[in-house]
């Protein structure tokens, strides 16, 4: 059903020439050309975001959120009701690092600020932290080239059989008994953790609506081999995860574009979050699925974005 209204929605975009006789005429890639256009334009974004509660943002894939507040000590999870709207399922009191702010450097004893993924789970660790751990993300592509560093960032438990402190080395510990419950609530490729000074930011969803327009418009240069288009969606101080700033991306994606090569670009499971304590800038992290063939590289995988909108256009920050 939702196929059928989206080739309804185009022919009324597109009512002096039909599909099926650009099919006729020209073939699939054709229609492809079409459905690329309208995805890189805001009306299919507005029509689509219309009745939706964008107010934690926009996801595809992911079905519950973990949000740390550091300035209550507190763990709130959501999670996705039926109509797709996020509902606080638990509050929980955490215990977080011993030193206030943001995380910078190995052993500083501070909780990050930032959005992670919940990359692996522990069953088997020392009783110190509970009957299990969950591992996070942290540094990501963000925190990388704001050049801190570290790792071992955890949400766990409580000694199973000693005192501790009323802090953690940066970890994010709860009762037991609400991790078991997080534990069995959760699907763990389908959570992100936000951690932040204060409660969850709102999002707007005009700001959602540029964010996938530019999402898809970036695609759209990509595909068609137009370098100043694409790189145009950059923002000047971008740093790639393999450590390439904006000049030297530049180039290595100028030698890509100049061979011409057709570029078939899907985008699947696309989340995006605002993201937390982002200075001046209007931060957010887009994640998605990458399914990229060409003729001579094939790619299907996990992509991150770290990108700020300027102008209602996003300005990619980091890219992993």
């Known amino acids: 059903m939702r196929f059928v209204f989206i080739i309804l929605f185009s022919l009324s975009l597109h009512a002096s020439q039909s599909l099926l006789d650009l099919y006729q005429k020209e073939g699939s890639i054709a229609i492809e050309k079409v459905f690329d256009t309208q995805l890189a334009e805001k009306e299919y974004w507005e029509y689509k975001l219309k009745d939706m509660n964008t107010s934690f943002g926009y996801f595809e894939s992911i079905n519950y959120l973990l949000a740390c507040n ?104 709860i009762n037991n008994t609400n991790l078991k419950h997080i534990e069995d609530k959760i699907d763990l490729a389908k959570v992100l953790i936000y951690i932040d000074n204060k409660s969850f930011i709102k999002t707007s969803k005009d700001d959602l609506i540029n964010l996938l327009t530019s999402l898809y418009q970036w695609r759209q240069a990509w595909k068609e081999n137009d370098i100043e288009k694409y790189i145009s969606f950059y923002d000047e101080n971008f740093k790639h995860q393999n450590g390439l700033d904006l000049k030297r991306f530049t180039r290595y994606k100028t030698r890509i574009f100049n061979k011409g090569e057709t570029k078939r670009i899907l985008f699947t499971n696309i989340n995006i979050i605002p993201y937390p304590m982002a200075k001046e800038k209007n931060v957010f992290l887009i994640s998605f699925t990458e399914k990229y063939q060409s003729q001579s590289y094939l790619f299907n995988g996990s992509k991150e974005l770290y990108v700020h909108l300027e102008n209602n256009q996003l300005r990619i920050l980091a890219q992993q």
Do not use: M
């Not at 797709?84 to 190995?106: P, R, T, V, W, Y």
């Not at 660790?125 to 299990?132: E, I």
């Open 70 to 173: 550091k300035s209550n000590a507190s763990l709130k999870l959501y999670a996705k009701d039926k109509n797709d709207s996020f509902i606080l399922d638990e509050n929980f009191f955490a215990f977080i690092g011993e030193k206030k702010g943001d995380k910078q450097k190995e052993g500083d004893l501070k909780t990050p600020l930032g959005v992670y993924k919940l990359v692996q789970k522990l069953d088997n660790v020392d009783s110190f932290y509970g009957p299990l751990a969950f591992v996070t993300s942290y540094p990501n592509a963000y925190d990388k080239i704001q050049g801190k560093d570290g790792s071992g960032i955890w949400v766990h438990g409580l000694p199973l059989q000693q005192e501790r402190d009323d802090y953690t080395r940066g970890c994010i510990a």
